[in-house]
Nanobody, 121 residues
Framework: QVQLVESGGGLVQAGGSLRLSCAAS????????MGWYCQAPGKQRELVASITRSGITNYRDSVKGRFTISRDNAKNTVYLQMNSLKPEDTAVYFC???????????????WGPGTQVTVSS
């Protein structure tokens, strides 16, 4: 199994910044895509940003120019730098990794428990 642990969430005023981190551990053979999803109360979980092993990134439109995703493949860690935060960014943020545990295993989705981000107006 692959365990993901997020850190860096918290309460911040509108216009402020937060940096989320997510470290993967356990039986890891290879990690393909890593990403961040968010889920606000009463809403579905949605992709915020993702990054491939080679560094190709993808962002939802509402965070383009404000959020930056990056990863350290040697540390199996993904980061999300969130700037110019808005109250509508308030949500639980979940780390995701598409990973395989052995050379013969298929790639599967793994999730972290989530970290709360609250942006006050």
């Amino acid at each position: 199994q692959v365990q993901l642990v997020e850190s860096g969430g918290g309460l911040v005023q509108a216009g402020g910044s937060l940096r989320l981190s997510c470290a993967a551990s356990g039986s890891i053979f290879s990690i393909d895509v890593m990403g961040w999803y968010c889920q606000a109360p009463g809403k579905q979980r949605e992709l915020v940003a993702s990054i491939t092993r080679s560094g190709i990134t993808n962002y939802r439109d509402s965070v383009k120019g404000r959020f930056t995703i990056s990863r350290d493949n040697a540390k199996n860690t993904v980061y999300l730098q969130m700037n110019s935060l808005k109250p509508e960014d308030t949500a639980v943020y979940f780390c995701n990794a598409i990973a395989s545990t052995t050379i013969a295993s298929p790639y599967r989705n793994f999730w972290g428990p989530g970290t709360q981000v609250t942006v006050s107006s």
